[in-house]
């Protein structure tokens, strides 16, 4: 069995005040696959995530990873495999300091001493944030927030890797190395995001959501080349695929 995938199963969910914010989900990832999903404001990306790793369970469907469906019974060993980066860093970090942050996870899992330094020394150089490390997360810039959280799931060395606006308040250099650290991230990837040139670049594959509903999926090109369909769903095509310049 592999560890690796991750499939919804006509998943709804509706929030307590009785909104439906997943209206039939179904989707299946396999082992390798980068893939995005992206929609507008309100489409219902970060509320999918959060049932990746049972932070939400499905009003009715199911969530299965690594052929585990996820039930309040197989939630820790689900979490075991399922690395979640919030999109809003502050629900991510909550110790005194950034290395401390970044050790929880790798000291809840049992690991040695020094197997935990090693994660967290190797976790924030990959997000170019090791000089932050004895820093209060309180006191550090949204962007560097964002780079700490990521490094706090890189440190748990997930199967799966789901992340919920990686490179938004990113600077040029910090968005650059956290799309070459997940490029070379060689297990099954999710990615909510609002950038469709990091979408391009990284993503072979593409769901698009609207009003909870995952309503294409496929290659990144074809589903970016369809304007009726990105216009009809609040989107844009990427810049790059528009003709004009864009930095990289
Ligand atoms: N706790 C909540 N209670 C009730 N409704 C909620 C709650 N959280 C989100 N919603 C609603 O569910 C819908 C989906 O929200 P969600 O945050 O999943 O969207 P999103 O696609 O991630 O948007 P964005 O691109 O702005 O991050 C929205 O209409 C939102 O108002
Ligand atoms: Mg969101």
Redesign the pocket.
């Known amino acids: 069995m592999s560890h690796h995938f991750l499939q919804f199963d006509r998943v709804h969910y509706r ?3 009785g ?1 439906e ?1 997943l209206r039939g989900v179904t989707f299946r990832l396999t082992h390798g696959e980068k893939t995005a999903l992206v ?10 995530l959060l049932h990746t790793d049972g932070l939400l369970l499905p009003t009715s469907g199911q969530v299965v990873v690594g052929g585990i469906a996820i039930t309040p019974k197989t939630l820790r060993l689900v979490r075991q495999s399922v690395g979640l980066v919030f ?1 809003d860093p502050d629900n991510q970090l909550f110790m005194p300091t950034v290395e401390e942050d970044v050790a929880f996870g790798p000291a809840n899992m049992g690991l040695t001493r020094e197997e935990i330094e090693r994660r967290v020394a190797a976790a924030l150089e990959a997000v170019g944030a090791l000089h932050l490390r004895k820093s209060a997360p309180y006191h550090l810039s949204g962007g560097q927030k964002k780079s700490v959280s990521i490094a706090t799931v890189l440190a748990m060395e997930p199967s799966i890797l789901v992340l919920d ?1 990686p490179t938004s308040n990113l600077d040029p250099r910090a968005r650059r190395l956290i799309i070459e650290q997940l490029r070379g991230f060689g297990h099954t990837t999710l990615i ?1 995001t ?1 950038d469709m040139e990091m979408v391009l670049e990284l993503c072979d594959r593409t769901l698009v ?1 609207e009003q909870g509903r995952i309503v294409a999926d496929g290659p990144t090109t074809e589903v970016f080349s369809d304007l009726q369909l990105l216009d009809a769903c609040g989107l844009e095509q990427p810049c790059s695929m528009r003709g004009c310049t864009v930095r990289g």
Do not use: V
């Open positions: 929030y307590p005040n909104y914010a929609g507008a404001n309100g489409a219902g990306k970060s509320t999918l999109q606006e909510a609002h959501m």
